[in-house]
Structures are given as structure tokens and as C-alpha cells.
């Protein structure tokens, strides 16, 4: 057994590191309730625009919708990846990783797959094992519609220029504090949606449909995007706090743990220094 003074800096130890884990489980908390309003707020609006221009691109010719909408086939493919800048989250980092291993051995296998990363984390990984394009971690420090912006924008010119046939996100998904989903959502080219019937005939449009598509197509791209990253930086705090909240728990656990083995350990060096005082009285009795 561990002596008295070992066991009480081990305590003391566990006591610091709890009230870090506590205080950055506060500190997330407090994130993830400004996170998690901003992408709650913003999905309906990103999922109509999206649906809108799938509808309105469903119903024109593929030279109606641009080079957005031009479907290639698939040789050269670019892969977004959006992980976090810092870790103690959990499995939120490791959940991407292994997404998007199974991505490529799986669905790319035999094609040229090129990433591009948002995040430290998953880079630092990803960047051994497969050729990254860019990684861009400044987006979080500051995230911002017009920041994302940018990305989107790099993403659209690679795809204009030809350099990949396809481009995919993969990010994680807020549903709640302890639960974050691994996704793979297409970005280019546009997914026009199949319609029964005419159902948007009953429209009339001014300008031109065409127009409209033209018009709609960066925005929703933008914005699809600007989504995925907001899902994930929710998704991150969310990992985190929940995270920190099991650390705490379990510091606090194997505190108590240490706290019994220190009280066991005293109460028999205290007995055992009685034994010595009683036989030493007894002997001199004798």
C-alpha cells in the first residue's frame, strides 16, 4: 500500500484536475447554448433554400444550371473534411477520421481522393495517410457567414476549373449534448431532385427560372456549407461538454476511491502506533 503522503498528493492532484474538467465543462456548456441556437435557427432556412434549388433545377436542362449542375464522371473527387481545433471532445475528431477512411477504401476505392481540411485535428491525422489540397483552421477562431464564404467560393472555382469531378463534405451533425452524427453530404455538382408531376408549374417566375437558378446556386452553396460548419462547431461543444462532464464524474470517483484507501491506511498506522505504545507500557509494567 502507498504511503500516507503519496496518496494524499495523489488526491490533490485529482482535485486540480477536477476543477478544470468542471470549469471547461461550464465553459462549453456555455458555447454550445449560443451554437446550438445559431444552427437551429439557421437550418429550416438552409434546408428550403436547398430543396427551392433542387425543385427549380429539376425542371431545366443540365446547361440551365451551370457548371454547378454538370454531372461528370467520377475519377478525381475532393473530400472536405471539418474536424476541431482542439481536442479533449471525446470520439468527435476520431468519429471523422474513421468516416472518412471508410469513405475513401469504400465508396472511392481506385479513384484519386484529395482532401481538404477544416480543423487541426483531423489534419494532423489525415495529412500522413492522404494528400491534402489545404488546411484551413482560421475559420473557426472568427465563424462568420462571409468567412465561410471564402471557402465556398475556393471550393466552386476548384470545381469550375475542373481540378475534381466531385466534391463531398464530411462533418459532424448536432442532434444533441451527447450525440453527434458523421456525415457525408454531396456539395458538387448540384443534386437536382426527381418531381412527380409539374410542381412548380403553378409558379410564375420573374425573371426566368434560369435566372433564379443562376442567382440561387453560389448562395446555396454558401450557405450549405456555412450549415455544415455550424452543425459541426455545435457538435464539437456539445462532444466536449459532455466529455468534460464524464471526466469530472470520474475524478470525482476515483477521488473518493483514494479518499477510503487514505483513511484506511491512516486509521492503521494510527492503530498500529497504539499497539506499540501498549506493548511498550506492558513491558515496562513487566
Same mark, same amino acid.
Given at each position: 500500500?502507498?504511503?500516507?503522503?503519496? /496518496?494524499?498528493?495523489?488526491?490533490?492532484?485529482?482535485?486540480?484536475?477536477?476543477?478544470?474538467?468542471?470549469?471547461?465543462?461550464?465553459?462549453?456548456?456555455?458555447?454550445?447554448?449560443?451554437? +446550438?441556437?445559431?444552427?437551429?435557427?439557421?437550418?429550416?432556412?438552409?434546408?428550403?433554400?436547398?430543396?427551392?434549388?433542387?425543385?427549380?433545377?429539376?425542371?431545366?436542362?443540365? *446547361?440551365?444550371?451551370?457548371?454547378?449542375? !454538370?454531372?461528370? *464522371?467520377?475519377? $478525381?473527387?475532393?473530400?472536405?473534411?471539418?474536424?476541431?481545433?482542439?481536442?479533449?471532445?471525446?470520439?468527435?475528431?476520431?468519429?471523422?477520421? $474513421?468516416?472518412? !477512411?471508410?469513405?475513401?477504401?469504400?465508396?472511392?476505392?481506385? %479513384?484519386?481522393?484529395?482532401?481538404?481540411? /477544416?480543423? &487541426?485535428?483531423?489534419?494532423?491525422?489525415?495529412?500522413?495517410?492522404?494528400?491534402?489540397? !489545404?488546411?484551413?483552421? +482560421?475559420?473557426?477562431?472568427?465563424?462568420?457567414?462571409?468567412?465561410?464564404?471564402?471557402?465556398?467560393?475556393?471550393?466552386?472555382?476548384?470545381?469550375?476549373?475542373? $481540378?475534381?469531378? %466531385?466534391?463531398?463534405?464530411?462533418?459532424?451533425?448536432?442532434?444533441?449534448?451527447?450525440?453527434?452524427?458523421?456525415?457525408?453530404?454531396?456539395?458538387? @455538382?448540384?443534386? @437536382?431532385?426527381?418531381?412527380?408531376?409539374?410542381?412548380?408549374?403553378?409558379?410564375?417566375?420573374? @425573371?426566368?427560372?434560369?435566372? /433564379?437558378?443562376?442567382?440561387?446556386?453560389?448562395?446555396?452553396?454558401?450557405?450549405?456549407?456555412?450549415?455544415?460548419?455550424?452543425?459541426?462547431?455545435?457538435?464539437?461543444?456539445?462532444?466536449?461538454?459532455?466529455?468534460?462532464?464524464?471526466?469530472?464524474?470520474?475524478? %470525482?470517483?476515483?477521488?473518493?476511491?483514494?479518499?477510503?484507501?487514505?483513511? &484506511?491506511?491512516? +486509521?492503521?498506522?494510527?492503530?498500529?502506533?497504539?499497539?506499540?505504545?501498549?506493548?511498550?507500557? *506492558?513491558?515496562?509494567?513487566?
Amino acid at each position: 500500500m502507498a504511503n500516507l503522503k503519496e /496518496i494524499r498528493n495523489r488526491i490533490t492532484s485529482i482535485g486540480s484536475t477536477m476543477k478544470i474538467t468542471s470549469a471547461m465543462k461550464m465553459v462549453s456548456a456555455a458555447k454550445l447554448k449560443k451554437a +446550438q441556437d445559431a444552427i437551429t435557427a439557421m437550418r429550416p432556412y438552409a434546408n428550403k433554400l436547398t430543396e427551392l434549388l433542387q425543385n427549380l433545377s429539376a425542371t431545366l436542362d443540365a *446547361e440551365a444550371g451551370g457548371v454547378y449542375a !454538370e454531372q461528370r *464522371e467520377v475519377s $478525381k473527387v475532393l473530400l472536405v473534411v471539418v474536424s476541431s481545433n482542439r481536442g479533449l471532445c471525446g470520439g468527435f475528431n476520431s468519429s471523422i477520421v $474513421k468516416k472518412t !477512411e471508410q469513405v475513401i477504401k469504400e465508396k472511392y476505392q481506385g %479513384k484519386e481522393v484529395t482532401l481538404y481540411t /477544416i480543423g &487541426k485535428k483531423a489534419n494532423d491525422i489525415l495529412s500522413k495517410r492522404y494528400n491534402v489540397v !489545404e488546411n484551413n483552421t +482560421q475559420v473557426f477562431d472568427d465563424l462568420t457567414f462571409n468567412n465561410v464564404t471564402v471557402i465556398a467560393e475556393q471550393l466552386m472555382e476548384m470545381y469550375a476549373d475542373n $481540378k475534381f469531378d %466531385k466534391i463531398e463534405v464530411i462533418y459532424n451533425v448536432f442532434k444533441n449534448a451527447a450525440t453527434q452524427i458523421a456525415t457525408l453530404e454531396q456539395f458538387l @455538382p448540384i443534386q @437536382p431532385v426527381e418531381i412527380e408531376g409539374n410542381a412548380v408549374s403553378d409558379y410564375i417566375f420573374e @425573371p426566368s427560372k434560369e435566372e /433564379i437558378v443562376e442567382a440561387l446556386i453560389p448562395k446555396s452553396l454558401k450557405t450549405q456549407l456555412y450549415k455544415a460548419i455550424r452543425d459541426s462547431f455545435a457538435a464539437e461543444h456539445g462532444a466536449r461538454m459532455t466529455a468534460m462532464h464524464k471526466a469530472t464524474d470520474n475524478a %470525482k470517483d476515483l477521488r473518493d476511491d483514494l479518499l477510503l484507501t487514505y483513511n &484506511k491506511a491512516r +486509521q492503521a498506522a494510527i492503530t498500529g502506533e497504539i499497539l506499540e505504545i501498549v506493548g511498550g507500557a *506492558e513491558a515496562l509494567n513487566n
